[in-house]
């Protein structure tokens, strides 16, 4: 089997629901990274042999293709958009990685993009002639409604079962935006749109702020508030993805090769733990005591799924989301993944070769996936 690559790494600034991006469509802020990527490693855009991205919202269609056309890809180049939620932006890099590893292909441009601001409302049809289309916010994520609970109350739910207090998601959180400000991205990787070239929503978030806000969900010791949930939002992220000869012929400055990358399923009742056993599977594969793990990107869709993530998971807290995470920046669920990979290349470029970075996810329904890369 092939080794993988990452060669070049792009993402747009994330902004809020209503922000920046509210008139931006989806493949437009696809279509942004992927020119970057382009441009940045030189590739011939006819060298490309597929795009892959992540994406839950659009509304069907293939908004991967989209993108691939907008940014100007030759139309003989495919393309093809999965829908594993908040996974999706990195199972598309892990698809990509496993078709270079394979050797159907040499080159893979793959990512994720979501809009919330532009996705489209959803209804369900009509059964009868005297109904009306029932308006819904989301599927079914997993077939039994016990099973299936809203995100907002299963994080809720995870936080009272291991006694994370809401002072410690609180903590997590000032901390998460303390990091952003402090160590904004640089130029190297967002690109810029629609006038946005930072992340808008990191903020001198404070104890006294966090206290005053009532809970969304559980009760008042355990409970998760609009501070310790991450906001819905817009944004997109691209990387290439090659093989070795590809990369010697890009003459590819410091790429990263891709170790192992591992899918999980969990219980849909508890979805946030499920990179637990997707990153504990991964190291143990290799042989990789989770102490050697130098940079973490994991996702905060919540204070307390993070929390609970880290700490399953064993990395030291010197590693996670040295830029701040999600709950900083927002969640674009489809590319919030392919986000996390683009953070970790960008860290992993200023240490030393050999060391270890790691990517962990999870999504509705019990999902979680976690990438393990090196410089």
């Given at each position: 089997m092939?080794?993988?690559?990452?060669?070049a790494?792009?993402?747009?600034?994330?902004?809020?629901?209503?922000?920046?991006?509210?008139?931006?469509?989806?493949?437009?802020?696809?279509?942004?990274?992927?020119r970057a990527?382009v441009?940045?490693?030189?590739?011939?855009?006819?060298?490309?042999?597929?795009?892959?991205?992540?994406?839950?919202l659009?509304?069907?269609?293939?908004?991967?293709?989209?993108a691939?056309?907008r940014?100007?890809?030759?139309?003989?180049?495919?393309?093809?958009t999965?829908?594993?939620?908040?996974?999706?932006?990195?199972?598309?890099?892990m698809?990509?990685?496993?078709r270079?590893?394979?050797?159907?292909?040499?080159?893979?441009?793959?990512?994720?993009?979501e809009?919330f601001?532009?996705?489209?409302?959803?209804?369900?049809?009509?059964?009868?002639?005297?109904?009306?289309?029932?308006?819904?916010?989301?599927?079914?994520?997993?077939p039994?409604?016990?099973?299936?609970?809203?995100?907002?109350?299963?994080?809720?739910?995870?936080?009272?079962?291991?006694?994370?207090?809401?002072a410690r998601?609180?903590?997590?959180?000032?901390?998460?935006?303390?990091?952003?400000?402090?160590?904004?991205?640089?130029?190297?990787?967002i690109?810029p749109?629609?006038?946005?070239?930072?992340?808008a929503?990191?903020?001198?978030?404070?104890?006294?702020?966090?206290?005053?806000?009532?809970?969304?969900?559980?009760?008042?010791a355990?409970?998760?508030?609009?501070a310790?949930?991450?906001?819905?939002a817009?944004?997109?992220?691209?990387?290439?993805?090659?093989?070795?000869?590809?990369?010697?012929?890009?003459?590819?400055?410091?790429?990263l090769?891709?170790?192992?990358?591992?899918?999980?399923?969990?219980?849909?009742?508890?979805?946030?733990?499920a990179?637990?056993?997707?990153?504990?599977?991964?190291?143990?594969?290799?042989?990789?005591?989770?102490?050697?793990?130098?940079?973490?990107?994991?996702m905060?869709?919540?204070?307390?799924?993070?929390?609970?993530?880290?700490?399953?998971?064993?990395?030291?807290?010197?590693?996670?989301n040295?830029?701040?995470?999600?709950?900083?920046?927002?969640?674009?669920?489809?590319?919030s993944?392919?986000?996390?990979?683009?953070?970790?290349?960008?860290?992993?470029?200023?240490e030393?070769?050999?060391?270890?970075?790691?990517?962990?996810?999870?999504?509705?329904?019990?999902?979680?996936s976690?990438?393990?890369?090196?410089?």
């Open positions: 092939r080794v993988a690559y990452l060669v790494a792009r993402r747009t600034a994330v902004a809020a629901r209503g922000g920046a991006f509210k008139a931006v469509e989806a493949d437009e802020l696809g279509a942004a990274p992927i990527v441009a940045d490693t030189g590739i011939a855009p006819e060298a490309i042999d597929d795009v892959i991205f992540g994406n839950a659009y509304g069907g269609g293939n908004p991967a293709r989209l691939a056309l940014a100007g890809l030759p139309d003989h180049v495919p393309a093809l999965i829908d594993s939620q908040c996974c999706g932006g990195l199972d598309a890099i698809l990509a990685a496993e270079i590893a394979s050797g159907s292909a040499d080159a893979v441009i793959a990512g994720g993009v809009s601001s532009r996705a489209p409302l959803r209804a369900r049809r009509p059964r009868h002639a005297d109904e009306t289309p029932l308006p819904y916010d989301r599927p079914p994520f997993a039994w409604p016990e099973r299936d609970p809203d995100m907002i109350a299963a994080a809720a739910t995870l936080a009272e079962r291991f006694a994370i207090s809401r998601q609180d903590e997590f959180a000032i901390a998460s935006h303390r990091k952003a400000l402090q160590n904004p991205p640089g130029a190297a990787e690109v749109l629609a006038a946005l070239a930072q992340d929503f990191p903020r001198a978030l404070t104890g006294a702020t966090c206290a005053r806000l009532a809970p969304l969900a559980g009760n008042a355990f409970g998760v508030t609009r310790t949930v991450a906001v819905e817009d944004a997109a992220a691209a990387l290439l993805v090659v093989s070795e000869t590809m990369a010697r012929r890009l003459n590819a400055k410091r790429p090769s891709i170790i192992s990358a591992v899918r999980r399923g969990g219980d849909p009742a508890i979805p946030g733990m990179p637990i056993a997707a990153a504990e599977r991964l190291l143990a594969a290799e042989r990789i005591a989770p102490a050697r793990i130098a940079v973490a990107e994991v905060e869709a919540f204070a307390a799924q993070a929390i609970a993530c880290v700490e399953g998971i064993g990395v030291p807290e010197s590693s996670l040295r830029a701040g995470g999600g709950l900083a920046r927002g969640h674009p669920i489809g590319a993944g392919a986000i996390l990979a683009v953070r970790l290349w960008h860290e992993l470029q200023s030393p070769s050999g060391v270890l970075g790691l990517a962990a996810i999870a999504a509705a329904g019990g999902l979680g976690a990438l393990l890369a090196t410089i």
